[in-house]
C-alpha cells in the first residue's frame, strides 16, 4: 500500500479564502498534492479570528479558528503581502514552479494584481489555472461578489426548499461552497489528465451558482419542458409516504422516515404498535391512498414516534427493513460506533503554541483500497511554512528572509483585525443559537477517541 | 462504464462523458430504475420521457444486458477488460452475489478502477441499512442544523445527497486514474452517501469539540442581518457586509436598507444588534416588505453589498449572467425536441464541454457494442434477445 496518496508529486499554488478553494485544495492536499496556501497578514481571513477554541480571544488567537483547521488540512502556509512589488515576485516565483494556481476572489482582484490566466501563462505555460467566482469569471455578473447562501439563492435551489406556504429556506451553512468545491475538484482533475496527455495547462472558470443549478435538473426541466414550476412542499416526497421527520422523546429529538413498500408500512405499523382501527383504515390500504391522506398519517406516526428513544427506534425500523435515520447532532456524529469503524474523523494534533489538545475532524466521503490520503497534519498557524518554502523551494537567503520581514511582506502574526467573541452561552441559548452546551465535552471526546484532553 | 442506478452512478459518469469520456452505460433490458423518475415529459410517464434520467445520462453510449445471466455476466466482462473505470451504485453486497466482487473484476483487468457507492459504506455496522434522501439528510448531520426553531428539521428540495455522492464519485474515480496513468495500478474505491453530507458541515461538529455547543435549526429570531427577506415581487438575501474588514458603517448600511428606525442606539453596534435581534428583524420585515427584488439587488452590488437573489426557474432561464455565458444548452428530447438543458457549471479554455450525444434510448447502442466491438453476429444477437440477456 501506498502512504503518500495518489496524487504525490503534485504541487499546488492556493490563493483562497473561507470555503469554495479551501476545501477544494483539501480534497487535494488529502490525497497527496502538496498545497501552498498563501494568505495575507495584514487582511486577516474570517476564518481565523472566528470561531475559536474554547472562545478564547487571548493571545495567537489566530491559530484557534475551528473554520480554519476544517478547511485547510495538509497544507503549507506562506503569508505574502501581494501590495508590495516583492509580494508579487515571490508569487510569481512559486507559480512558475507550480502545476495548479487557484484561487476564489473576485475577477477586479485578479485584474488589479494583474495575475489573470494570460499573466500566468507568460510565467509557466501549462499551468492550470483554476478560478470560483459566485457567479462566473465573465459576464454582467461578474464582480458581483457572493457568499454560498448568495450562490444558493440564485442557483433554483432555495426557491425550491422550504415548508409548505412559507418563506424559502437555507441550511445553517454555506452548502453551495461544498458543492462548488466538489465540481472543482472534478474540473482540475479533468485538466491534469489532459495535461499529461498533451502538456497543455488551461483556465477552468467555475461559477458557484451554476454548480448549484447543474444540481437540480428536475426542477430546471420540469420548467423548460412542461412549463411548471413546483411550490414548496417541505419533507413531502412525490410518491413516498409516510415520508418525514418525526419527533421523539426528549428535547430536539427526531426521526426520518421513508416508507417505500407495503411491506415497510406493515412493519413500521407493528413496531409502532398502530392500532388495527389504523391500520385496517382503507385511507392507507395502499401507497396512493397513504399519499393522498399523507397530512393525517404523520400526524398519527408524530403521535407514536414521540413517545420513543430515536436510536432504539431507529435500530428496531432497520431490523425489520425500514428506512429510518435520526437527525443526527453533533454529538450523535462524534460518537457513533458506524462512523467510528470506519474511522471517519480523524485526529488531528494541533501546534503546541496554538494549547490545543488533539481533535477529531470529519475527513473525507472516500476510502481507496490502494493509495489512501495521507496521514492528517493540522492547518498551517501562520507563517508556519515561510521559511520552508521561500529557503528550500525557492532559494532565498537568510538575508533576503530578515528583509522580507522588516519590510512585513512576510508575517507570523496579524497587522490588524481583532477577534470575534462569540456571544456568552447564555445568551446563545436564549436566542436558540445553540441548542445546548455539554460541559463535559472534553473528557467524553478523549475517552471516545482515546486520545489526550490536553495540550500536547 | 456506469453499470449504477437512479441518481449518483448516473451523474458520476455524466460529469466523465460530458467531459469526453466514453461511457457505457449498462441496463437491465427492462430499463434502469432512475426511467421512472419524475418530472416526466409532457408528464408522459414512459420510460423514455424522464427528464433526470434524461439528464443524468447525457453524452453516453447505451446497452441493454442482464447481468444475473451467465452470457450477460460474460459480455460484462469482456467489457470490463477494455474499461478503465466501472461505477456501480448499489447496496454492498449486490456486486458479490452477482460474482462480480472487485476481487473477480481485478483477475480480468488488474487495472481496473471500481467505484461503489452506498448509503452508509461498504463496511460498519450500517452498512445494510436503508436510506433515501431524507435518512441521508438527517444521517448526515444537515438535517439538525436545517429549518426553523418552531418547525421540523427540513431538507434540501429534490436529491442532494445522491448528486454529491456522485460529484465525489467521479473526483475519486480521477484521482485513481491519475494514479493508475503512473502506475498502472487500479483499485476499490468506497464512497459513504452519509459521509458525503457529513464532511460538509462546515464548523458543525467543531463547535462542539471546541465548545461544548451543539448547533440546532435557525435562532428563534429573525434579527440576523443576513436573513432572506420578503420583498414586493419575492425574496432576497440582504448581506450589507458590515461586520467585514471594509468596515463599514452602520448608517451607511442604515441608509441603504432605508429605515431610520435602523438609527437608533439599539442597533448601532454587532453586539447591540445581536441584544435586540427579535426588534431588529421586524424592522427590517417592514423595509424590505416594499422593494423589489433586482433593483435592491443590483443597488446592492454598486455598493459592493453582496446581496443574493432568489430566483425561480423561469428567472434562471433568462438571467444575464447564464445567457452571457451560455450556460444553457440546447439538446434534442426524443419526444419534448429541442429544449434547453444545464451545461456544465465550469468552462475549461482548452477542453470545453460539447454535447455531442443526448441520453441514449433504451438498448441505442446495444447492437453496435455487441456486435461490432465483442465480435457477436446478428444470430447470436438475436438469440440473446429472445432469452432476454439483452
Not at chain 2, 439528464?55 to 478503465?84: H, M, P, Q, R, W
Request: aromatic share 8%; charged share 20%; glycine share 8%.
Amino acid at each position: 500500500m501506498n502512504t503518500k496518496g495518489p496524487l504525490h508529486g503534485l504541487r499546488v499554488l492556493e490563493m483562497g479564502q473561507l470555503i469554495a478553494i479551501p476545501s477544494a485544495m483539501k480534497m487535494l492536499s488529502d490525497m497527496g498534492a502538496q498545497v501552498i496556501r498563501i494568505e495575507s497578514s495584514h487582511r486577516l481571513e474570517s476564518y481565523r479570528n472566528a470561531s475559536l477554541y474554547e472562545n478564547n480571544t487571548t493571545g495567537q488567537f489566530w491559530n484557534r479558528g475551528a473554520n480554519f483547521y476544517e478547511q485547510n488540512r495538509n497544507k503549507l502556509g506562506l503569508t505574502l503581502d501581494l501590495s508590495q512589488p516583492e509580494g508579487l515576485d515571490i508569487l510569481k516565483e512559486l507559480i512558475a514552479v507550480s502545476d495548479i494556481f487557484a484561487e476564489n476572489f473576485t475577477p477586479r482582484v485578479m485584474h488589479s494584481f494583474g495575475i489573470t490566466y494570460e499573466d500566468l501563462k507568460k510565467i509557466k505555460p501549462d499551468i492550470i489555472m483554476v478560478s470560483s467566482t459566485g457567479y462566473g469569471f465573465d459576464g454582467p455578473w461578474a464582480n458581483f461578489g457572493a457568499t454560498g447562501p448568495a450562490t444558493e439563492s440564485a442557483s433554483g435551489m432555495a426557491i425550491m426548499t422550504g415548508y409548505k406556504n412559507d418563506m424559502p429556506i437555507m441550511p445553517e451553512i454555506p452548502y453551495i461552497d461544498y458543492t462548488a468545491a466538489e465540481h472543482t475538484v472534478f474540473a482540475i482533475l479533468s485538466a491534469l489528465i489532459y495535461k499529461r496527455r498533451t502538456g497543455e495547462g488551461q483556465f477552468i472558470d467555475v461559477s458557484q451558482t451554476e454548480t448549484a443549478t447543474a444540481t437540480v435538473p428536475e426542477a430546471i426541466l420540469d420548467y423548460v419542458v412542461n412549463g411548471r414550476i413546483e411550490p414548496r412542499h417541505g419533507n413531502e416526497d412525490p410518491v413516498m409516504a409516510p415520508h418525514g421527520c418525526y419527533p421523539c422523546k426528549g428535547t430536539d429529538k427526531w426521526i426520518t422516515i421513508a416508507i417505500q413498500s407495503d411491506c415497510e408500512w406493515s412493519n413500521l405499523s407493528t413496531e409502532l404498535k398502530l392500532s388495527n382501527e389504523i391500520t385496517c383504515n382503507p385511507n392507507f390500504s395502499d401507497m396512493l391512498k397513504r399519499w393522498e391522506h399523507r397530512e393525517q398519517l404523520n400526524q398519527i406516526i408524530s403521535a407514536h414516534t414521540s413517545t420513543r428513544d430515536n436510536k432504539e427506534l431507529m435500530h428496531a425500523l432497520q431490523s425489520v427493513g425500514v428506512a429510518a435515520g435520526i437527525v443526527m447532532e453533533s454529538p450523535d456524529l462524534l460518537f457513533d460506533a458506524h462512523l467510528k469503524e470506519r474511522a471517519f474523523y480523524e485526529i488531528v494534533n494541533h501546534h503546541p503554541s496554538t494549547e490545543m489538545p488533539p481533535l477529531p475532524y470529519a475527513s473525507r466521503p472516500w476510502k481507496f483500497s490502494e493509495t489512501p490520503a495521507v496521514a492528517p497534519v493540522a492547518a498551517p498557524i501562520m507563517g508556519q511554512h515561510n521559511s520552508f518554502i521561500l529557503k528550500e523551494l525557492l532559494g532565498k537567503s537568510d538575508d533576503d528572509m530578515k528583509k522580507l520581514e522588516k519590510k512585513a511582506v512576510i508575517g507570523y502574526s496579524p497587522s490588524q483585525g481583532s477577534p470575534i467573541r462569540a456571544p456568552d452561552p447564555n445568551e446563545q441559548l436564549r436566542q436558540g443559537r445553540m441548542q445546548r452546551y455539554e460541559s463535559d465535552f472534553r473528557s467524553k471526546i478523549s475517552t471516545f477517541y482515546g486520545i489526550s484532553d490536553e495540550p500536547l | 462504464m456506469d453499470i449504477g442506478h437512479y441518481i449518483a452512478g448516473p451523474y458520476a459518469s455524466k460529469l466523465m462523458a460530458d467531459m469526453g469520456a466514453e461511457v457505457i452505460k449498462i441496463e437491465p433490458p427492462w430499463g434502469e430504475a432512475g426511467r421512472t423518475m419524475s418530472p416526466f415529459a409532457n408528464d408522459d410517464p414512459n420510460i423514455e420521457n424522464s427528464l433526470p434520467h434524461f439528464y443524468l445520462n447525457s453524452n453516453k453510449l447505451g446497452i441493454t444486458l442482464n447481468l444475473k445471466s451467465s452470457e450477460g455476466k460474460k459480455i460484462f466482462c469482456e467489457l470490463v477488460a477494455e474499461t478503465d473505470i466501472v461505477v456501480e451504485n448499489y447496496s454492498p453486497d449486490t456486486l458479490s452475489n452477482l460474482g462480480l466482487h472487485y476481487d473477480q473484476l481485478k483477475l480480468i483487468n488488474p487495472e481496473i478502477i471500481l467505484v461503489s457507492i452506498s448509503n452508509f459504506g461498504q463496511t460498519g455496522p450500517y452498512r445494510n441499512y436503508k436510506a433515501t434522501e431524507i435518512i441521508e439528510y438527517a444521517m448526515g448531520g444537515l438535517m439538525g442544523i436545517f429549518g426553523a426553531y418552531d418547525k421540523e428539521p427540513i431538507k434540501h428540495a429534490l436529491h442532494q445527497s445522491q448528486i454529491k455522492a456522485g460529484t465525489n464519485a467521479a473526483n475519486a474515480a480521477l484521482m485513481a486514474m491519475y494514479w493508475k496513468q503512473a502506475n498502472g495500478q487500479g483499485q476499490h474505491i468506497d464512497i459513504s452517501i452519509q459521509e458525503c453530507i457529513a464532511y460538509g458541515l462546515r464548523d458543525t461538529t467543531s463547535n462542539y469539540t471546541y465548545t461544548g455547543g451543539v448547533r440546532r435549526r435557525q435562532p428563534n429570531h429573525s434579527g440576523d442581518l443576513t436573513r432572506i427577506r420578503q420583498v414586493e415581487d419575492g425574496f432576497i438575501l440582504p448581506n450589507p457586509n458590515v461586520n467585514t474588514s471594509r468596515g463599514l458603517n452602520w448608517e451607511t448600511v442604515a441608509n441603504f436598507i432605508g429605515s431610520t428606525e435602523l438609527l437608533s442606539e439599539k442597533f448601532s453596534t454587532p453586539t447591540a444588534r445581536l441584544e435586540n435581534a427579535e426588534e431588529l428583524g421586524e424592522i427590517l420585515d417592514r423595509s424590505y416588505g416594499h422593494q423589489k427584488k433586482f433593483e435592491t439587488f443590483y443597488n446592492a452590488h454598486e455598493l459592493r453589498f453582496i446581496y443574493g437573489i432568489i430566483l425561480t426557474p423561469e428567472e434562471i432561464l433568462q438571467n444575464p449572467q447564464y445567457l452571457h455565458r451560455d450556460f444553457f444548452v440546447d439538446v434534442v428530447h426524443p419526444t419534448a425536441g429541442t429544449i434547453k438543458f444545464p451545461g456544465t457549471p465550469f468552462k475549461m479554455s482548452e477542453t470545453p464541454a460539447q454535447y455531442l450525444k443526448v441520453s441514449p434510448t433504451l438498448g441505442e447502442h446495444t447492437k453496435d457494442i455487441i456486435c461490432g466491438r465483442l465480435n457477436r453476429t446478428e444470430d447470436e444477437l438475436s438469440q440473446m434477445k429472445a432469452t432476454e440477456i439483452i
